[in-house]
């Protein structure tokens, strides 16, 4: 089984909330037991960005975790994530979802998944439920 991994897993892992830290730290290990950990080529940036991390960091922790990245994201994802982000931004400004907007690269993750995973895990079970249904979802 092929389980990509969501941005906020990875930072939760990195938390200094030890529920957090656990609960992701066992999501991964199940996943991982499962089969193989791949993060989609944003995943990889969004960590990239947080503060304080590195490159050489986030190699590192590739290395050490076995999460592999993918640099791939053919047109087919690309035209997947624009197509559910315009639904899921029709369905904001109609039915009026509250919390956060979402941005683009939650899209590129969730197709990018859908087309080449089995599961994604994430923390963010709703929004991907919602724009890629046929998408299996765990959530921590």
């Known amino acids: 089984m092929i389980t990509a991994v969501d941005t906020n897993v990875i930072v939760a892992l990195w938390s200094r ?66 197509h559910a982000f315009q639904k899921y931004a029709a369905r904001r400004k109609t039915q009026r979802i509250p919390g956060p907007r979402r941005i683009l690269a939650d899209f590129l993750i969730g197709a990018y998944a859908a087309a080449n995973a089995d599961q994604l895990l994430t923390l963010d079970e709703g929004i991907y439920r919602a724009a890629f249904p046929d998408l299996r979802i765990q959530s921590l």
């Open 17 to 82: 909330d030890p529920t957090m830290n656990s609960q992701a730290q066992a999501a991964l290990e199940i996943a991982s037991s499962n089969g193989a950990l791949i993060m989609p080529a944003p995943v990889f940036a969004e960590l990239l960005a947080c503060p304080g991390r590195s490159l050489a960091f986030l190699d590192e922790f590739c290395n050490d975790t076995g999460v592999k990245a993918d640099w791939e994201l053919p047109r087919e994802i690309w035209i997947a994530a624009g």
